[in-house]
């Protein structure tokens, strides 16, 4: 554990993309704990675009981040001082810890999980935490895919769209992934196995997806919106659902952000587009923990890892993910 407390607070509120200058770094000595308090060091720090909102004033399912408050993260960490039996130095906890080295808690929404049970601990944040959970719910629960169905999901070598490519090849369905490069399109392809890849950087998506898609599109799996979620509306399938998980695309543009242009499409395909929220599905984590246990178990589930080193570099590493350069789940090593 270092020996001072290190939290990145939010100094401003962003224009465009994230910048240094938006964060401040604050030290200071470690306090001493009250009865029933933790302390917990820092490991993993989870890089969400969601954090791009969070740094708003915009109106979202959590309320902007204050200025001067720690910024809002999940992270995963090591229990190491406690004044609360429920947790035992040594334990590992997941929880909304904050861009900090260390923090001191009473326990609420502090989850242990046994470490040991993953393939890396940092796997608590991918496959098994927030992202896993995304992708399973919203694939299964709004995009409701049945064997055989074409399934298109975006931003598919990232860490949501990357497990919910691999659940759908589970579930039986023909995937198309859709990601930026052809380093990524390979990895979609050859590495979580999509039938086919669409590399939207290079490739025209519409006539991409007319291509491999000749029947049309089942369901589609949205986490970029923009000129992507247009061009699958044309090729919409009878009774289609596109599950509106996040918007990419759109996170920088702030009150210019661009809507859908094809939406009329819904009309005669008789579909749906539904967004949902992770947080409304907590309380069922264990389905799909239990689901995604078992496909990692047998091999069907893998989760690339991009790690930045050092509480300092978070706005890089939260560029990264808003850039497009990750490869996989981006987290913040401390
Ligand atoms: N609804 C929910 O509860 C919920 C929960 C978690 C996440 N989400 C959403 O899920 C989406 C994926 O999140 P994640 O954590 O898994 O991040 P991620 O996919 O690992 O990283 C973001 C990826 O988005 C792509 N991207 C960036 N800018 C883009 C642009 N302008 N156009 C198209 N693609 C762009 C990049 O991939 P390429 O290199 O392929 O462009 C980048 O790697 C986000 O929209 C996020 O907000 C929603």
Redesign the pocket.
């Known amino acids: 554990m270092s020996n001072q407390h290190r939290a990145l607070h939010l100094a401003a509120r962003p224009q465009d993309e994230p910048k240094d200058s938006d964060f401040e770094l604050r030290t200071k000595d470690h306090a001493a704990l009250s009865d029933g308090q933790v302390r917990i060091d820092v490991r993993y720090i989870s890089i969400?675009?969601?954090m791009r909102i969070w740094m708003t004033e915009q109106k979202s399912y959590w309320p902007p981040v204050e200025m001067g408050a720690v910024m809002r993260a999940s992270a995963i960490g090591v229990v190491s001082e406690s004044k609360n039996e429920k947790f035992a130095v040594g334990a590992w906890v997941t929880g909304m810890m904050g861009v900090q080295n260390s923090l001191v808690s009473d326990g609420k929404g502090m989850r242990v999980f046994d470490a040991a049970q993953l393939p890396d601990p940092a796997w608590a944040l991918s496959v098994f935490g927030?992202?896993g959970l995304?992708a399973w719910f919203?694939l299964t629960e709004i995009g409701k895919p049945q064997a055989g169905e074409t399934v298109v999901v975006?931003?598919?070598?990232?860490?949501?769209?990357s497990t919910v490519v691999q659940i759908a090849k589970n579930l039986g369905c023909r995937v198309i992934g859709i990601?930026?490069?052809p380093e990524?399109c390979a990895f979609v392809k050859n590495e979580l196995g999509a039938d086919e890849v669409i590399d939207?950087?290079n490739d025209n998506i519409s006539d991409a997806l007319k291509a491999h898609c000749p029947d049309g599109i089942d369901v589609y799996f949205d986490?970029?919106g923009?000129e992507?979620l247009d061009a699958v509306l044309k090729r919409l399938k009878l009774k289609a659902r596109i599950v509106l998980?996040?918007?990419?695309?759109q996170?920088n543009a702030g009150k210019d952000a661009r809507g859908p242009v094809n939406y009329l499409s819904l009309i005669s395909a008789r579909g749906k587009m539904e967004?949902?929220?992770?947080?409304d599905y907590l309380d069922r984590a264990q389905e799909a923990i239990a689901a995604l246990g078992a496909m990692t178990a047998q091999g069907k589930m893998k989760s690339k890892l991009d790690i930045v080193e050092g509480l300092e570099n978070f706005p890089e590493a939260l560029r990264r993910?808003?850039?497009?350069?990750?490869?996989?789940?981006?987290l913040v090593k401390i």
């Open positions: 969400d675009p969601a927030g992202t995304t919203g975006s931003a598919a070598a990232g860490a949501v769209g990601a930026g490069g990524k939207y950087k986490n970029v923009g992507t998980c996040g918007g990419i695309s996170y967004g949902f929220v992770i947080i993910v808003l850039t497009g350069k990750n490869y996989g789940k981006q």
